[in-house]
Structures are given as C-alpha cells and as structure tokens.
C-alpha cells in the first residue's frame, strides 16, 4: 500500500511546483536558497572559530586520598643528582655475581641480546664506567624538581648563557620516551642553547630548553593511582611550563614524547606555537590500511584490491609486518604485565642493560641484528648507553616506566591523537630512515593538520636526538625559522 | 556402453573401499645439538643414573639473591591487573627464604629413579618410574609424559603414583603404567641445544629415540602446553608406534572460513557448527573469552618468540624476577578470575613447596633462557606455516578439556587435525596445569582413554 502511495505523492508535489508560476516559485525558492545558504554561512564561521580540543581534566597521582585543604606546594626546588658508594658497591657486586647463558652458535642478536658480548659490556661497566664521573656529567645541567597533582616532577632548564643582539629566546620542551630519559637530550641542548657556537646558524632564534622525566621514569616521581596516561603526562607538562612563567612555548618529542607532546598540542593549541616530532605514531586511519593489507594477502576482493594489486603488494608489505611483529614482543608485554615484565630486570641489572640496549641496537640500525655486538658502539659509547642504563637503575624506575604501556594502551589500543580531533597548530616531522615504522606524509596529514614542514632525514633511527643531535638540531630550527615567519 | 560405465565405476568403488589411506607421516628429524661439530666417533647411548644435588654453596648465593631484591610497589588496587603483584611476592620470597627447604624438596625430587642419556648430541634427563607391584602375568604399559613451559618433570609427581600403582589409589588396576617424564631439551636437567632450530619436530625426534633405547616399541603419550605439541608430533611421526595420545590441551592453527563463521555464529547455530552446550558456555562471549584473553595473556609468548635472550638475561640473574615471572602464569592460567585476587590465588590450587619446587628447577638448572628459545624456535617463522600443522594425526586420542584452559578448543574443531578422536571429555574443573593441579581427574582421564583405546584394538585385532 505505502508503495503505492509515495511514488503518487512525490509526484503530485512535483506537478503542485510545476505548476506554479514563476513569481510563485520564486516567492518559494528565493527565501529557501536563502535559509539555504546563510545557514551553511553560519555554520562554517562558527565551525572555523571552535577548535576541537581535548579536554584537559584533572587527576591526583599522590598516594592515598587527595588533601582538599591548602593549595599544592608549587614551588620549584633546585635538585643535584647524587649517589654514594654503598649504591656503587651494590652495583658492582651484582655485576660480579652475574649469571650468563651461552647463546646458540650464529646467533648474533637474533635472539635478543647476545650473551658473549654482554660480558663484554658488564666488564667494562664493571672495571672502568665511572658513575661517579657520569654524575658529574648529568649534573652539567640545573635540575629541579616541582610537585604537580601530587607527584614530584623533575626537569632540567637550560638558558643560553650568552643571547647575541637581535636573537629572541624562545622556550622549547623535549620529551623523551622508552627506553630513553632526559639524558638523551645531553648532546642537542648546547646546539639549541648557542647555535653559533656549534656552526649552525639558523636564523633569529635560540632556545631555552625544559626536558622533563615523565611520571615514572628517570628522577620524576611515579603515579600511584592507576590510568597515568599520555593525556594526565600532558596536562602536567602544561602545568609545568605554566609554573615556569611560559605562555607560549614550542614542545618536541619522539617515541611517548611525541603522543604527550601531540597530546599536548590538542589540548592547549593557543599554548602551543609549533610542534615538532621525530616519530609519528601510525593513525587510525592508517591502521585501518595496515588491517586492510594483512586481510588481503588473504582475502584480497574484501579490501577491495585485485589480484594485480595482491600479487604486487605482499612481499614487501608482509616483511614489514613481520619486522614489526619481531620487534613489538616488549610493547605486547609491557602492555599486559608491566609488574611482571619489569621485576626481575629491578633486581638485575645486567638484565636491565640488556633489556634496554637491544632497542638502542635493533631501533637504531634494523640490520644490526646481523652483528655479533648489535652494532652498538658504532653509533653511541659505552659511557652514554650506560650512563642512561644507570638512570633506570638507580632510580628503580624500569616497572613504573614500563606500566605507562598498559595504562596508555587500554584506552586507545592505536595509540593516536584522538581522531576527532585533529592537531591544527603547526606541525614539523623529521622522518628518519631506520626509525621503526616510517609513516608517510600522506598518512600524518590524516591527524596532523597543518604540516609545515616534513623533512626525509639522510641517516639515523629511533632515538634521533642521541644518534643524530646536530641532523635533528637543524631541522627543528629551520622548522621553528618557518612558523616565526607564519 | 552401459556395462563398460558400471565396470569402471563398480572398479573404482572397490578400488576406495579396499585401497588403505595413504596416512601421511612427518619425517624423522635428525640433527646434532651439541656444541661445535659432530664427532666421527659413534655417541655414547649408555643411560645413566642421575641424581639432583646441591650445594651450600648454591643456598647461600640463592638467599643472598633473595635478600638483595629491589621490589616496586605496586599501584593501588591493581592486584593482578598489571602482572605479579610485589606486596604478595615479598611474601613468597620470605617464605622461600626462611620456611622452604631445597634440601628436603631435592629428597622430594630424588624419589623417583632419574637418568640422563646422550641423544643427538646432548643429554636427556628423564624419570622413569616403574610399578612397585604387578599382578602375576601382567605387562605394564609404557607411558611417556612431557611438560611445558614454565612447568617441569616435576608437575607429574602427584600424577605418576596414581598411574603406576592405581589399585592403591582407588582407581581400578587394569591397566598400570610404567612411566617416563623427559626434560624437554632446554628445561630442567636436560642439555640445551647449542645449535639453532630446535623446534618441537626436533624434541618429538628426539624423544621417539629415547622410547626406542628404552626398549619400546609401543606406547602411550601424554602431554599439555608445548608437552601437547611434542606427543602430536611425535604421532606424527611415528603413528605405529604410538598406541594413544592423550592431551590435556589442544590448539589448532588453520583457523580458516568455517571456524571464522562458527565463532561469529557459533552462539546462535551451536548445532550447526558442531558445538555442544558447554563448548558454547565457555567459548561465548568469543571476543572477551577468546580474542581478549589471547592478547592479554600472550606478551610473554610474543617477546620470547622473537628476543628469548634479552627477556631471560635478568630472570636468570634474579630469583625474584623468575619466581615473579612465573608464578604469574600459575595464577592467570589455572583461573582467570585469579586476576582480581590481592595473592593472584597462587595458594588455592598448589602449595608455596610445590610451587617453588618448579621454580627451583629453573633456577638451579640456569635453563630460563633456553626454555624461551623454544618459543622462537617454533613460532618464529608464524603460526600455521610449518609442515607438521598441516598434517592430520590417525592415531587414537584423547582430550580432556579443562574448564580453565586458556583457550576451549571445541571436540569439532579438534577433529580436523586429529581425525581418530576416541574421548572427549569436559572435564569439571581445573586449568592449564592439570596433572599439577587436579592429577586424580587427569589420571582417570588417562585411563578410561586407554581402556578405550586397548578394547577397540583388540577388537581390530579379533575383527582381521
């Protein structure tokens, strides 16, 4: 009956309007296309005006109940980093009664970290890595600590000692990530702080540089409430160059340090006045074609691909996935059973090096995995891998460090800036060639809006600014010379 | 015309009525484990009597290993949420310090007659226990168990009495045991291999001479966890000497469209995809009991497939870290509810003696590492590409599905791999462990299996 009846009464309708004359089609259609049209007007100013942003919220990440009385302790208190010779003797004892397993013959670091050139590293850390020296080292720069939403953050500052005529300041925050800390930044700061001083002369510009310890890692007090996740860290480091007198500050990171820092550009964009990033985590969207891409070796009329397109794609896209399954066995377990994952390397700290600096192996240069030494002191010295090793140790921050997976993971399995909202303040990628997953330009533009500049790095892996600090100096400076001149 | 059709078609149909199916084996593996290159000279094939021993030299770097541990306290009200929970692993580790006594589980271990064998290259321990009585005229059936991971010969000690001296225990005495618990290569007081590619093709080859410089021809296997894999492949390789296969865990790997609908479906239509009402009941919802709870429990399996060296470095340095390690899997996998637990109900289902027996194992042996190599060794090259998941096993099985299983592996997906399926049986409770945790109902599982399985060859036989 219904079928009757409609196709009947959309053609009276179109008869009825036919039927009009054209002074009272007009008195119809002119006041409609009118409605018409200043609607969409309206709706497009308003839309252009309302940044999506994502809601900054609050948390307490203190142990037991929150105190309601009184304001938080905001003040900043200078920190030297300190350690005595019982924790030496501690060390050193525990590197002594190291128990080894031989590997299998022709495994290099296939299996992981090879135990024969292990021992080669403990004795060296054993007989001549100097930690008192190191601290020395790490102490080069003012630290401090402040206590935000009840834990105490720490962070080091460094200003130019010396701004040449002409030249502004601006503050730049680094954030490191796993298995990295602060101390990765050791090399790219006097490069940042005095350019000139170092042969690079990009333009206007020096930094004050602020490299904080995530929650958990490094010097920085870890949460004791559970879900501390990417979005708690930002609203903290926005809290934090809040404390420190900043409105308006440029932030850069890679591995977490580029989810907390994206994080934080979606969260307080007129705070932000570039963002600049050396890994991009894979976007939703683009998971989506990663999912498509392993459907199809399978199912390839699913995902909408002909054979032609099956049979060209797949070598090269499963090695990729292969190479990402191979090297994401620490994520999938951190991500489940930090607490389990982390204890024993706590108690080890042969097993803790080892742990750590196979990523500073396989992250760097994915062929080192070919090598009998990984490959590790052809791009960094012992001194540095190890001093970095010592940040996790002396601190026992390797469970709390590795709880940040789980707690990040199982609200947003793709890790992504909130696909909704996007990140419109300007953007600068340098892509490295041996970082894990490259991600093309085409694939970032889905979640970061407004990409300035996008660079293909000659050389260098994951931890860019450790391996490649005057690469990565360079292109944050020209990145930064771009968005002044905006 | 019509008479040369029927001749042909009438052929062919006695053709397939008489021909024998073609039963595809898997080949033999044969290799060389040890270390540098194979000695012309022929191996050494004596067995010889192994006892476990330790030193004070040993107790004391353990206890000060124990007293030197660096603990993270946990988040609040996290339990097991985020793995082994430290408050109740200080417990563990003080009863392990002050009240666990190695020397007497050494006494514990040593009961049972063990031997070690040089097969291959590197030595075998195994344990071989024979019937203290048998009646007049009676003939004890060879029974070979193999373990898992991170379990040992040792979860077998509860069973073992109940198999080779049944009668004593209850159970009826018509089919007694004498049984034999290997060390997988790489666990335990079993060598570890020192050449890649040691899957579990190799540790079923590996096994299948032992039986044979044992003097078996014939005989039974019995296994769960990777012992699961080994005991199907060693069907595979050598169907006529295996008389039954017992499982007390199943996987399978050629997961394609019809299982794909069945677990889209499967709630709905059980009877169409063959699934019973339990297998409904603990397979549904698939997504929290199935996809779920394999990605939250598998991590350890992803990163010791892929860098078993780097994760097993520390647990071999620190007995707290292996013990944390894991008892976690002791707790997840006998019932997952044990998550929200404060203590991960590790005490419910074992004892701390028993527990840290197994541990102990691993500790004293240094095996931690080796024992995750063979993760990588199978899985490295994905699931469902090696040849052996691709055959089928004629032998006769049975499975007794435990309700705390990681993942239900329903009876009609089971029998695409394992065509001659003779028991299924759900079994009331228990987990993963199962000869650990409830070795009365694995035990009677067993035998009423190989009460089946003797009736129906000797019906064969009668029958020819």
Not at chain 1, 369 to 376: A, F, T, V
Not at chain 2, 167 to 195: M, N, Q, R, T, W
Request: glycine share 8%.
């Amino acid at each position: 009956m219904w079928r009757e009846i409609l196709p009947n009464a959309w053609e009276n309708i179109l008869s009825q309007i036919r039927s009009f004359e054209y002074s009272q089609k007009n008195a119809v259609l002119v006041p409609a296309a009118a409605l018409g049209v200043g609607g969409m007007l309206v709706y497009w100013l308003r839309s252009g005006r309302r940044m999506e942003t994502i809601d900054m919220g609050d948390g307490w990440w203190g142990s037991g109940e929150r105190y309601f009385k009184g304001k938080e302790d905001a003040s900043i208190r200078p920190f030297k980093i300190e350690t005595s010779d019982k924790e030496i003797e501690d060390l050193h004892r525990r590197l002594d009664q190291f128990r080894f397993t031989p590997h299998v013959e022709g495994a290099a670091f296939q299996y992981g970290f090879n135990s024969s050139y292990l021992r080669k590293v403990v004795d060296y850390w054993r007989n001549q890595f100097d930690w008192h020296k190191q601290v020395e080292v790490l102490n080069k720069y003012p630290h401090f600590h402040t206590t935000i939403e009840g834990i105490d953050i720490h962070f080091i500052h460094v200003k130019p000692s010396y701004v040449p005529h002409g030249r502004a300041v601006r503050p730049l925050l680094l954030v490191h990530g796993w298995p990295g800390s602060f101390y990765e930044f050791y090399k790219i700061i006097p490069l940042l702080t005095e350019p000139a001083k170092h042969g690079l002369n990009e333009g206007d510009v020096v930094f004050e540089v602020i490299c904080p310890s995530i929650p958990g890692y490094g010097f920085s007090e870890a949460p004791h409430q559970k879900e501390f996740d990417s979005i708690a860290t930002a609203r903290i480091f926005h809290k934090l160059m809040n404390r420190l007198g900043f409105k308006e500050y440029y932030i850069q990171g890679g591995d977490w340090g580029s989810r907390i820092t994206t994080n934080m550009a979606q969260m307080l964009p007129q705070s932000v006045k570039g963002l600049h990033l050396n890994l991009v985590f894979i976007g939703r969207q683009s998971l989506r074609r990663l999912i498509c891409i392993m459907l199809g070796a399978y199912v390839p009329w699913l995902v909408g691909f002909t054979r032609e397109d099956a049979r060209r794609f797949y070598p090269f896209m499963q090695k990729n996935i292969y190479d990402v399954l191979q090297e994401s066995g620490y994520l999938h377990i951190q991500a489940t059973k930090p607490d389990t994952a982390g204890c024993g390397l706590n108690d080890s700290p042969v097993g803790l090096a080892a742990y750590i600096l196979e990523k500073f192996s396989t992250w760097t240069d994915k062929s080192f995995r070919h090598r009998d030494d990984g490959g590790l002191e052809s791009k960094y010295s012992l001194d540095e891998l190890l001093t970095n090793v010592m940040i996790y140790w002396v601190t026992s921050s390797i469970v709390s460090s590795m709880r940040y997976y789980k707690e990040n993971f199982s609200k947003d399995p793709d890790l992504t800036a909130h696909d909704r909202v996007g990140v419109h303040v300007p953007t600068g990628i340098a892509a490295f060639p041996q970082e894990i997953v490259h991600v093309p330009r085409v694939w970032a533009k889905d979640v970061y809006k407004n990409i300035i500049s996008y660079t293909y790095m000659p050389r260098g892996g994951h931890f860019a600014a450790f391996e490649e600090p005057k690469l990565l100096a360079q292109d944050i400076m020209q990145f930064v010379q771009k968005v002044e001149q905006l | 015309m019509l008479l040369e059709v029927f001749l042909v078609l009438g052929t062919l149909l006695l053709y397939f009525l008489f021909s024998k199916k073609k039963e595809e084996t898997l080949p033999f593996k044969d290799g060389w484990w040890g270390r540098g290159q194979k000695p012309v000279t022929k191996e050494d094939s004596s067995i010889r009597p192994f006892k476990v021993e330790t030193t004070e030299e040993e107790l004391s770097d353990l206890f000060r290993r124990l007293d030197q541990a660096r603990f993270t306290e946990p988040l609040e009200n996290s339990c097991f949420h985020y793995g082994m929970n430290s408050v109740h692993l200080r417990k563990v580790v003080s009863y392990w310090k002050n009240q666990f006594n190695w020397k007497k589980q050494v006494e514990v271990l040593n009961k049972y007659p063990q031997f070690k064998t040089k097969i291959q290259g590197i030595d075998i321990h195994f344990v071989h226990v024979k019937p203290p009585r048998l009646p007049e005229g009676r003939a004890a059936k060879p029974l070979l168990m193999v373990h898992g991971w991170p379990g040992s010969f040792y979860e077998f000690y509860k069973i073992i009495p109940l198999l080779t001296d049944p009668a004593s225990h209850g159970l009826g005495d018509e089919h007694i045991f004498e049984v034999i618990c290997p060390s997988i290569p790489g666990y335990g007081f079993s060598e570890a291999p020192h050449k890649k590619d040691f899957n579990s093709v190799s540790a079923a080859s590996v096994l299948y001479e032992l039986m044979l410089r044992l003097g078996f021809n014939e005989f039974y296997t019995q296994g769960g966890d990777w012992g699961w894999l080994i005991c199907t492949n060693l069907a595979q390789i050598a169907p006529n000497h295996v008389k039954g296969l017992h499982l007390n865990m199943v996987s399978v790997s050629k997961l394609g469209l019809p299982q794909l609908l069945s677990v889209l479906l499967g709630r709905y239509f059980p009877g169409l995809f063959g699934f019973q009402g339990e297998d409904v009941r603990r397979m549904f919802p698939f997504l929290k009991k199935g996809l779920y709870r394999i990605l939250s429990e598998s991590g350890y399996a992803h990163i010791q497939a892929t860098k078993p060296d780097t994760v097993g470095c520390g647990l071999n340095d620190s007995p707290v870290g292996l013990a944390a390690y894991i008892l976690e899997k002791f707790s997840s996998w006998t019932d997952m509810e044990f998550h929200n637990l404060e203590d991960g109900g590790l005490e419910r289902k074992f004892s701390l003696d028993d527990l840290l027996t197994n541990i102990m194992i691993y500790w004293v042996s240094g095996c931690i590492v080796s024992s995750m190599r063979f993760y990588k060794e199978n899985l490295q090259k994905g699931i469902g590409t090696q040849k052996h998941e691709k055959l089928t096993v004629q032998v006769p099985t049975g499975i007794a599905s435990f309700p705390n299983e990681i993942l239900h592996i329903p009876q009609a997906w089971a029998k695409k791999k394992y065509t001659n399926i003779v028991s299924f049986h759900f079994m009331p409770r228990g987990g993963h462990f199962a000869a650990f945790e409830e070795p009365e109902l694995l035990a009677k599982d067993i035998l009423q299996f190989v009460d089946k399985v003797e009736k129906e060859q000797l019906w064969k036989k009668k029958g020819e």
